[in-house]
T-cell receptor, first 113, second 116 residues
């Protein structure tokens, strides 16, 4: 039982490049989330998926797209990376829409130059 | 919009001293409240949560927090700090106006340092 896994752990991109961050959970959770963490700002929600087949925008969705591939996997795509997207990205999951605790992955540290 | 304020971005205590990390929220509707801890280069781990019922909540590693509705606060305490408590701590609240209780609003975090 690995919990929430994320790949890659580190990535450096040039401005304008694209990439996809992968996230998978093995806890049979219904809801999944993508956050970004920036110094002094805590975690901000980018997108979330309340259940398989649904996605919704969070607080800071601009410049990102997501795909809920199946119940286990939720990917985050940067189509044209910008330096402002330099951040640490966390994926999380929870049992459902009721307020259950969220379980976090180890994070992806992304630098855009 | 719901907001969370953590007073003090950095807190330093001596080993064995009381730990007090402050959290205030803005909602007039009592939300669900959480404290998470983040150790270096790791994801967030839930310390404790308040949903309903007893306002004093106990969590892992000897931490506890008290929900005070009149003060809109949910401060985190531990009677005696240990070196292993050095980490960043985040307070989070649910957003009761989000159309579902499945979104969390996080504070900016408080980095706790423990010195011998």
């Amino acid at each position: 039982n690995a919990g929430v896994t994320q790949t890659p752990k580190f990535q450096v991109l040039k401005t304008g490049q694209s990439m996809t961050l992968q996230c998978a959970q093995d806890m049979n959770h219904n809801s999944m989330y993508w956050y970004r963490q920036d110094p002094g700002m805590g975690l901000r929600l980018i997108y979330y998926s309340a259940s398989e087949g649904t996605t919704d925008k969070g607080e800071v969705p601009n410049g990102y797209n997501v795909s809920r591939l199946n119940k286990r996997e939720f990917s985050l795509r940067l189509e044209s990376a910008a330096p402002s997207q330099t951040s640490v990205y966390f994926c999380a999951s929870s049992e459902g829409q009721e307020i259950h605790e969220q379980y976090f992955g180890p994070g992806t540290r992304l630098t855009v130059t | 919009a719901q907001s969370v304020t953590q007073l003090g971005s950095h807190v330093s205590v001596s080993e064995g001293a009381l730990v007090l990390l402050r959290c205030n929220y803005s909602s007039s509707v009592p939300p669900y409240l959480f404290w998470y801890v983040q150790y270096p280069n790791q994801g967030l781990q839930l310390l404790l949560k308040y949903t309903t019922g007893a306002t004093l909540v106990k969590g892992i590693n000897g931490f506890e927090a008290e929900f005070k509705k009149s003060e809109t606060s949910f401060h985190l305490t531990k009677p005696s700090a240990h070196m292993s408590d050095a980490a960043e701590y985040f307070c989070a609240v649910s957003d009761p106006f989000s159309g579902g209780y499945n979104k969390l609003i996080f504070g900016a975090g408080t980095r706790l340092a423990v010195h011998p």
